[in-house]
């Protein structure tokens, strides 16, 4: 079951990373760096954001198949794997080759994953029952991160917000893969009718997350590159998924301990180098540096937009 799991994981991986690459063209198309609601209904009426859309579906589909048959911790760091293909999906599109550095990059992603899921198979207990207590703890804290979403949306400033898309709709993902665990867990178990069985702030907390992190999504789409995206989601959603699988559901097994734990954060740094790596090395950023004065590129290889330039009555004062 967790080879089948791991499998569909994958194919998710697959429809995530086409459906993203869809649809950041289609965004970018349509927006000048910011989107707008108007904008964004321009973007809705794109065949190539709608072609996305029915990826990103297919993708999410398998996901919630894998999430019913296998831990989070199992399954949300497979998602790295579509940094990889929207990486090659999007050097393709904008026909820039991938340099040795982004293949080195790209090397340390798939080793930190592979290593990170053979250990959380090894560590992890399939056989899980979540206590109502532990799913009403994913649900208060999925509260506590919307409020704080809401906040940054409303008081950060325009730079900020490039980087906070992107941790927060990672962090929201994480959110929405725990709660399809915790949904799917209670309409297997429980007396009476399915519908009996599951309770309603899970499946409400899932939408709302969904949504926000959706639109977060969308945003960072017109705000830099997909795989930056990509990197963020990949980044950061898994090992949300995989902290709360394991300190709130319960997804510990008698194998987890010190050494596991190790294993877990070493494997896990090693795709965050990979993720950073590439994001500063990957061909499209170097192409838009200038050669002489290259700006410093921020968190996730976002690069500081240069300061307009002056016009010809300001260059003869």
């Not at 798939?110 to 399939?126: E, H, I, N, Q």
Request: hydrophobic share 55%; charged share 10%.
């Amino acid at each position: 079951m967790p080879l089948i799991a791991v499998g569909l994981a994958i194919l998710s991986a697959v429809g995530l990373a086409g459906g993203t690459h869809l649809q950041s063209v289609a965004v970018v198309s349509r927006s000048d760096g910011k989107l707008s609601w108007s904008q964004f209904r321009h973007v809705l009426r794109s065949p190539r954001w709608t072609a996305g859309l029915v990826l990103l579906g297919l993708g999410t589909v398998f996901n919630v198949a894998a999430l019913s048959m296998a831990p989070v911790t199992v399954v949300q760091p497979i998602g790295v794997l579509g940094l990889v293909i929207t990486t090659v999906l999007h050097s393709r599109h904008v026909k820039i080759p991938i340099n040795a550095a982004t293949w080195r990059a790209i090397g340390l992603c798939m080793g930190g994953a592979t290593v990170f899921v053979l250990t959380a198979v090894r560590v992890t207990d399939p056989a899980l029952t979540i206590a109502d207590s532990a799913s009403d703890v994913v649900t208060y804290l999925l509260a506590a991160v919307i409020a704080v979403v809401c906040l940054g949306m409303l008081f950060l400033s325009d730079h900020q917000k490039a980087l906070f898309y992107l941790f927060a709709a990672g962090t929201l993902y994480g959110f929405v893969a725990v709660q399809v665990k915790v949904v799917s867990v209670q309409l297997r178990t429980g007396a009476g009718a399915w519908w009996q069985n599951v309770e309603v702030d899970n499946v409400i907390g899932l939408l709302i997350a969904a949504a926000l992190g959706g639109w977060l999504v969308q945003s960072a789409y017109a705000a830099g590159p997909p795989e930056l995206v990509m990197a963020g989601l990949t980044v950061v959603d898994p090992m949300v998924g995989v902290v709360l699988g394991l300190s709130v559901l319960g997804e510990a097994g008698e194998n987890f301990g010190p050494v596991s734990a190790l294993m877990l954060a070493a494997s896990g740094a090693v795709s965050v180098a990979g993720v950073r790596l590439l994001s500063r090395h990957h061909p499209e950023v170097l192409a838009k540096m200038p050669a002489a004065r290259a700006p410093k590129t921020g968190e996730l290889g976002i690069i500081p937009k240069a300061p307009a330039p002056r016009s010809a009555h300001h260059q003869e004062d």
